[in-house]
């Protein structure tokens, strides 16, 4: 596998998995859910990026527990599920290409040696055979539902580590939203409604066009209904905890499903 200067810009082989997960794409609901953090898998030309395998299980190289608790809510809920299984230390599906953060060469304090230094040809492997097959596949499902008249209401899933640069963060969960009006309130008020939560709003991360991609890219632009949300690492670092935050938010997206056809923002 050549990816130096020689022209070969190929990534993907057949030994490395696709970069696309669904799950449940004939769901019935009208919640569609992505996970741009999903997996920490790296294509075998990459090695490991120079990282010993401790780095690579942590925080910085995807959202610890996030995966659990997406298929479980995708099947309580009937969903469609569209996540990422490469590392966003590959590259991070959740930020601008053109973003310095889109591959890191530090993240937090870790240094990626083995984004040290990429010529833009490698760049633009990494987001032509990661990136936009991921943010492709979720632009035709939306695109899909919205020509069939299906209602589309977008979640993005994503969890957090409750230690960040030596700060410990209170709150178990929150929400990130940007210019959507409709969704994020309910979804506080359906979280605040659990007396053992402390719950943040844009906490600990607040959505922006510079630091984020799906929900202004695939949310925004087409005014769907949408928000993500953010899930504390340790609450779902195993089977019993991602089950318990999927029954969690799987009732809360009913209620504000049901409250959402109330309000005749969704179809009766
Ligand atoms: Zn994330």
């Not at 939203?177 to 979280?191: C, E, N, S, V």
């Not at 607040?206 to 984020?212: F, I």
């Not at 202004?216 to 087409?222: I, K, M, S, T, Y």
Request: glycine share 8%.
């Amino acid at each position: 596998m050549v990816l130096d200067g020689a022209g070969d810009t190929s990534l993907l082989v057949k030994d490395d998995v696709a970069p696309v997960l669904e799950e449940n794409s004939t769901g019935r609901s009208p919640f569609l859910f992505t996970a741009d953090h999903y997996g920490r898998a790296i294509p075998g030309a990459l090695g490991d990026l120079g990282l010993p395998e401790s780095e690579l299980k942590r925080h910085i190289a995807w959202d610890i527990g996030i995966a659990g608790v997406a298929h479980a809510l995708a099947r309580h809920l009937d969903a469609h599920l569209i996540a990422q299984r490469y590392s966003r230390l590959v590259i991070d599906c959740n930020r601008p290409p053109q973003s310095p953060s889109s591959i890191p060469r530090i993240s937090e304090t870790t240094v990626i040696p083995g984004n040290e230094g990429l010529t833009r040809e490698v760049a633009e492997a990494r987001r032509g055979q990661v990136f936009d097959p991921y943010h492709r596949r979720i632009a035709e499902v939306i695109e899909g539902r919205l020509q069939k008249k299906i209602p589309t209401v977008l979640v993005s899933l994503h969890s957090f580590t409750p230690v960040y640069a030596g700060l410990a963060r209170p709150w178990h969960v929150g929400t990130l939203y940007q210019r959507d009006t409709r969704l994020p309130p309910l979804l506080l008020k359906g979280l605040r409604a659990q007396a053992d939560l402390v719950v943040g709003d844009n906490e600990p991360y607040a959505v922006s066009d510079e630091t984020d991609y799906t929900i202004p890219v695939h949310g925004e632009a087409r005014s769907l209904m949408n928000t993500g949300i953010e899930i504390r690492q340790d609450l779902i670092a195993d089977d019993s905890g991602e089950r318990e935050w999927a029954d969690r938010l799987a009732n809360i997206f009913g209620e504000i499903e049901m409250e959402l056809r109330k309000q005749q923002m969704l179809p009766g």
